[in-house]
């Protein structure tokens, strides 16, 4: 597995190594001593997986206010999504700002999003599984999140969502 840096300190696009053979592939997800070389301390408490069938899904941008902030490593295990991680840590030289990337079960990249940072994805693809990996437990109490298409933000999003839930659909414009 490679870390490699983004615009957004903390935020890491990660990259398997898969080792091949006529069987097929077998790659790392996770390793707590590749991620602490590169400064990222993490340990999974919590793994999910969210499920999409329709192209256009939005799902976020949501994220964890403290005392429950959370980093999080996502995967897109099956189809692809257009990935953003959105910087809301006001000290931050890239606060406001946000990266995307495609993930797809094709290309193995996967996306470190540490706390303080908003994740949200669109499917490309119908028939899409994301998988989660968070080093705290899920806390309703703290969830947040920002609208998707806040001018604040200015996401390049490919695509107008088709999909997406009553509390996405619902979140506030940003407010400073």
């Known amino acids: 597995m490679k870390l490699l840096p983004t ?8 990259e398997t190594e898969p080792a091949s053979d006529a069987r097929g592939s077998f790659s790392r997800l996770s390793c707590v001593t590749t991620l602490a070389a590169h400064g990222v301390a993490f340990a999974t408490r919590q793994t999910s997986l969210s499920r999409s069938v329709r192209r256009g899904t939005l799902r976020g941008l949501h994220y964890q206010r403290a005392p429950s902030e959370e980093t999080k490593i996502v995967w897109c295990i099956t189809g692809a999504v257009f990935d953003v991680a959105l910087d809301l840590r006001p000290g931050s030289a890239s606060y406001r700002h946000a990266f995307h990337v495609e993930l797809s079960a094709v290309n193995g990249r996967g996306l470190l999003i540490p706390p303080g940072c908003a994740h949200g994805l669109l499917t490309l693809t119908d028939d899409v599984a994301v998988l989660y ?10 969830r947040r999140g920002v609208r998707w298409n806040d001018p604040a933000f200015d996401i390049p999003w490919p695509m107008q969502p088709i999909e997406m839930s009553q509390r996405d659909a619902a979140w506030r414009w940003f407010v400073p």
């Open 7 to 14: 615009p957004l300190a903390g935020v890491m696009l990660l």
């Open 133 to 142: 990996q968070i080093d705290q437990d899920y806390d309703p109490g703290h």
